[in-house]
């Protein structure tokens, strides 16, 4: 019998944990196709059937969840081992592969990014936007950045960008013009707003909060969308009140696209967090990567 290629070992190990073909390929940018024919390749030279796969679910056979099993950790001593030689080099080398939201990615990340991967030449950066929360483990991942109400227990969390962000609402002065300015949060449920969904299929409600008094609707409007620009846009053409990240906003806020309105009310949150496993090794370009944003922080 021929020995399994590492690789196939590896996609195996993925597509087990997250029980799917789809979304592993989706969080590592490569086609479903590829991920299952490695599977074939792996079943074929093991001579048995390691995961039975429908049109709606991915399950590990006996035979695979005893692979599985055993070969996890198997598999993070290998990449353990390979890891050390970065001690012995001036700078790291490898691929730091995060899973990051769409706000972090556009909002955060562009100040960050240049400066560390200039500062690391060896290191190449995957970075998989997802608002959805997953094991980052199971689908390939390094690390994640979350906000803290959606951080995985038993985590290492490490602040990363500012430490307060906040949600406002906003519409085109147009649009205020004619239906006017809302003084109470409760005032938007009679307002056309603009919504976000996100690839989950969820819809958060709009929270606010004034002198220990906390509102939540979930107002209705024309246009719901799961792209901030279309959104935005909307918004400027006075389709109705947006609400999001204040850093979503601040150009059309600064040129007058659009105005901010029930200030007073404007929510602040906890900045987000990037958090990875607690192991015994970590690897370099992820050490590196704590690092910087440590030293960053300190800087600030």
Not at 61 to 86: F, I, K
Not at 181 to 187: A, L, M, T, V
Not at 230 to 259: K, M, Q, R, Y
């Amino acid at each position: 019998m021929a020995e399994p290629d590492l690789a196939d070992l590896e996609v195996f190990a993925a597509v087990a944990r997250a029980r799917s073909f789809r979304s592993v390929a989706r969080l590592r940018g490569v086609s479903a196709s590829s991920l299952s024919e490695a599977l074939r390749r792996l079943e074929t030279r093991l001579g048995v059937r390691l995961l039975n796969r429908t049109t709606r679910s991915v399950t590990p056979t006996e035979a695979g969840q005893r692979l599985l099993e055993r070969l996890a950790p198997a598999l993070s001593e290998v990449t353990a081992a390979l890891d050390v030689v970065n001690g012995f080099r001036d700078s790291p080398t490898g691929t730091l592969r995060l899973n990051v939201p769409g706000a972090v990615a556009r909002l955060i990340l562009p100040g960050i990014v240049s400066s560390f991967l200039k500062m690391h030449p060896g290191i190449t950066m995957e970075v998989s936007v997802d608002d959805s929360f997953i094991d980052v483990l199971a689908a390939g991942f390094d690390a994640g950045i979350r906000y803290d109400e959606r951080l995985e227990k038993d985590m290492i969390a490490v602040p990363i960008g500012p430490r307060i962000q906040r949600f406002v609402t906003a519409a085109s002065p147009a649009y205020l013009a004619v239906h006017g300015r809302p003084s109470h949060p409760k005032d938007l449920l009679r307002h056309a707003c603009i919504r976000h969904r996100f690839a989950s299929g969820v819809m958060l409600p709009w929270e606010f909060e004034r002198d220990g008094e906390v509102v939540k609707i979930s107002p209705t409007g024309q246009l719901i969308a799961n792209t901030i620009d279309l959104e935005i846009s909307a918004a400027v053409n006075g389709l109705g009140v947006i609400g999001t990240f204040e850093g979503f906003l601040e150009p059309a806020l600064s040129s007058g696209a659009l105005v901010p309105i029930l200030v007073e009310w404007s929510q602040g949150f906890s900045g987000p967090f990037l958090y990875y496993p607690s192991r015994r090794h970590m690897p370099a370009p992820l050490r590196a990567f704590v690092d910087f944003i440590k030293g960053s922080a300190d800087k600030a």
